[in-house]
C-alpha cells in the first residue's frame, strides 16, 4: 500500500487531565474545558425511551418469524444504535479487558510518556480532532490505536503495551472483527441484499480502538466528556467497561441517556454505513457526559472500509426512486476530512450529501 494513504491527518498535543489533577486537585475547571455551548442533560430519565435491545442468538439460530431481525433493522433505520445481548464474546476475555484497561490508566506518567501521541500523528495517548490551539477540549483522556490489519499497526506504539494487555487486546480485536461480520451480515439480509455484499466491503477494513477515561469533573455542568458527533467508521461496538453511565445519543432533538445491560455491548451505525446503505441506516448524534463523583471508562471499537477502497452508496441500494444520495470519494479522502475539522455533529458526512452540491439543502 501506497504510505501516503496511510497518512490521514495531525491532531495537536492536549493535557493529560490525569496528570493535571495530580498536580493540583481542581476546584474549577480551566476556561478551555468550559462547555457552554452544550446542551446540560435532562433532570429526568425513567420516562424517556431506551434503546432498542438486539439478541444475537436468536437471530444466528435462524427465528422462522424473523421478528429479531426486523428489531434489528428497526432499531438501524430509526436510532442508530441498540445494546446486543448474547453475542458470544467470551465473558471471561470481556472481564479481562475491563479489568486491564482500568490497570492501564493508573499506570505511572512516565510510563504512558513512552505512549504519548506524536506530533502530527493521531494515535496513543491525547485527543483527536484538535485543529487549533484555541478549540476547546473534551474532559478526557484517550488512548487510540489502529488493531488490523497488523501491517497498520504502529509498531512503536504496540510493542509498547504492557505484555499481558498486548496479548489480551490481539485476542479481543479478532473477536471483535468476527463480532462485527455477524452483524454486518444480518444488517445485508435485513436490507434484502446478498449475505456478502456488507461482508465483502468491510472484511479487509480498518479496525480501530479508542480507550476513553472520563476523570471526576469538579463542575461536570459545565464540562463535556465527548462532543457530539457521530462515528466517522462504518459499524462500532462499545463496551462499557465499569458501572458509570455517561453515553447519551441524540433523538428527536432530546439527549437520551443509554443505560448500559450487564454484559452487553452497544454497537450503533457509522457515517460510512449510512453512507453505503444509501441513507437507509443512519448514523446518529451521540456524546459522553462526566460527573463528579467517579470516572467512567469505556473501550470503542471502530470498523471501517479498507483504506485503498473506494466509499459510496451501493449499487444494489440504488433505483430511479431512490437515488444515490452522497457522492463516491476514496475511503482515504473521506478520512482525511474527517480528521481535518473539530467533532462537531454530523458534519463529515453532510459533506459528502449529493444534494449540498446542488444547493437543495
Not at 122 to 146: C, P, R, Y
Request: glycine fraction near 6%.
Amino acid at each position: 500500500m501506497d504510505p501516503s494513504i496511510t497518512r490521514l491527518g495531525v491532531s495537536l498535543q492536549v493535557p493529560n487531565i490525569q496528570e493535571l489533577v495530580a498536580k493540583e486537585p481542581l476546584t474549577t475547571l480551566p476556561p478551555r474545558y468550559v462547555r457552554s455551548d452544550q446542551h446540560p442533560p435532562l433532570p429526568y430519565r425513567d420516562s424517556l425511551p431506551q434503546v432498542p435491545v438486539i439478541n444475537l442468538h436468536s437471530l444466528l439460530c435462524g427465528d422462522e418469524t424473523n421478528s429479531e431481525l426486523e428489531k434489528l433493522h428497526h432499531a438501524c433505520k430509526n436510532w442508530g444504535f441498540f445494546q446486543l445481548i448474547h453475542h458470544g464474546v467470551s465473558f471471561s476475555l470481556v472481564d479481562k479487558v475491563k479489568l486491564q484497561i482500568q490497570e492501564f490508566f493508573k499506570l505511572p506518567v512516565e510510563e504512558k510518556k513512552n505512549l504519548w501521541q506524536q506530533p502530527g500523528d493521531l494515535e496513543g495517548f491525547g485527543q483527536t480532532f484538535i485543529v487549533s490551539e484555541e478549540q476547546k477540549l473534551d474532559w478526557a483522556d484517550l488512548f487510540n490505536m489502529v488493531t488490523l490489519p497488523t501491517h497498520l499497526r504502529k509498531p512503536h506504539l504496540f510493542s509498547k503495551l504492557p505484555l499481558h494487555f498486548r496479548d489480551t487486546i490481539e485476542a479481543y480485536s479478532l473477536e471483535l472483527k468476527n463480532l462485527a461480520m455477524k452483524i454486518l451480515s444480518l444488517m445485508a439480509k435485513a436490507l434484502k441484499m446478498k449475505d456478502e455484499d456488507l461482508r465483502n466491503l468491510f472484511e479487509d477494513g480498518m479496525q480501530s480502538m479508542r480507550m476513553n477515561y472520563y476523570p471526576p469533573c469538579p463542575q461536570p455542568e459545565l464540562a463535556i466528556g465527548l462532543s457530539p458527533h457521530s462515528d466517522g467508521s462504518g459499524l462500532t461496538i462499545l463496551l462499557q467497561v465499569n458501572e458509570m453511565e455517561g453515553l447519551q445519543i441524540r433523538k428527536d432533538g432530546i439527549w437520551i441517556p443509554v443505560v448500559p445491560l450487564p454484559s452487553a455491548f452497544i454497537v450503533n451505525i457509522g457515517d460510512m454505513l449510512e453512507i453505503v446503505t444509501n441513507g437507509i441506516y443512519q448514523s446518529i448524534e451521540h456524546r459522553a457526559t462526566v460527573n463528579s463523583e467517579k470516572e467512567r471508562l469505556s473501550i470503542a471499537t471502530f470498523l471501517g472500509l479498507k483504506l485503498d477502497g473506494e466509499l459510496g452508496p451501493m449499487p444494489s441500494l440504488i433505483t430511479p426512486e431512490n437515488p444515490a444520495l452522497f457522492r463516491r470519494v476514496t475511503v482515504a479522502d473521506f478520512l482525511r476530512g474527517l480528521f481535518s475539522r473539530e467533532l462537531r455533529g454530523k458534519s463529515n458526512v453532510d459533506t459528502m450529501r449529493i444534494q449540498n452540491e446542488v444547493g437543495l439543502i
